[in-house]
């Protein structure tokens, strides 16, 4: 008998500490940037990639999707039936040598990727722009071993950060 009082009342305690929370300014999702305050679903085009990195568009479309699909603001739609779209191009990739041999400064140990990205978010309804921007990811990768992995491994990580910063941008404002 102790012991269903005891659950109950911890039941009950529960509910209404959750009841509270709505009240203290905590809420689930995003704060949508203005544009897209109306906006419920989306999709992502496939993204145009400049880069001579084969496949850096085909990530970022994929990171893109996954990053704003577990965010949960907005849900994914099929090709042309969501509420926006959002077009974007990788527009390069560059290296650059962080740190050298302590026996040969040619010698590249480790080395800097910087991923640009850019992105343009459309009504599907209208065809009209609602946002734009542009985006940085950077990452490093060693130069020793299998360089081919860690160079790809090293792409994937900087797709993963520019596309969770857009997703930022466009859940959060």
């Keep these: 008998m102790k012991r269903t009082k005891r659950t109950f009342f911890l ?22 940037p203005k544009a897209l305050a109306s906006m419920k679903t989306f999709n992502v085009v496939m993204m145009e990639n400049r880069s001579l990195e084969p496949q850096a568009g085909v990530l970022m479309t994929s990171a893109l999707t996954d990053v704003l699909q577990r965010d949960g603001t907005y849900e994914i739609a099929t090709r042309n039936a969501g509420d926006f779209r959002i077009e974007g191009c990788v527009t390069g990739i560059s290296f650059r040598q962080e740190r050298s041999s302590y026996t040969d400064s040619y010698l590249s140990t480790e080395i800097g990727l910087q991923l640009f990205v850019t992105y343009n978010v459309y009504s599907n ?16 990768f060693f130069n020793s071993g299998n360089v081919q ?16 910063n857009i997703a930022d941008r466009l859940t959060n404002g």
């Design 149 to 164: 992995t860690a160079r790809t491994n090293a792409l994937s990580y900087a797709v993963r950060r520019a596309a969770e």
């Design 125 to 140: 309804k209208t065809g009209k722009l609602l946002t734009s921007g542009s985006t940085t990811a950077t990452s490093t």
């Design 11 to 32: 039941a009950l305690s529960g509910m209404l500490l959750l009841g509270t929370l709505p009240g203290c300014g905590y809420h689930i999702g995003g704060l949508k």
